[in-house]
């Protein structure tokens, strides 16, 4: 049974393998990115936390992405992160189901 928060966000088909995707939600305060690694889906905040920039678009590997401007890597599952980041990213609930992507707005703790 779904969860009445959860919003649906796109079809798995959106998402490149090793790749991201950025949205708004609406009702959420910033934009999330899933990420398609390994055949699992991830949703986390769309913006690194040492500078404002978008992680779509990062290079993935070993379930982090990379952030392309200042190469502070972010782990897709629990969101730590490295250096020079020192705040981790935030993590979203995410559910897959008939082919459609569905994330609770409510970030993981």
Do not use: W
């Amino acid at each position: 049974m779904s969860c009445s928060l959860e919003v649906r966000v796109c079809s798995v088909n959106d998402v490149p393998e090793d790749g991201g995707i950025g949205f708004d939600l609406e009702g959420l305060p910033e934009s999330i990115a899933i990420f398609k690694n390994q055949g699992e889906y991830f949703a986390v905040a769309e913006l690194c936390t040492h500078g404002d920039f978008s992680l779509v678009g990062g290079e993935i590997e070993d379930c982090q992405v990379e952030c392309p401007m200042h190469f502070a890597r972010f782990d897709l599952r629990t969101g730590a992160c490295t250096f020079p980041a020192y705040v981790p990213l935030r993590t979203y609930p995410i559910r897959v189901e008939g082919g459609e992507i569905f994330v609770d707005p409510s970030p993981n703790v």
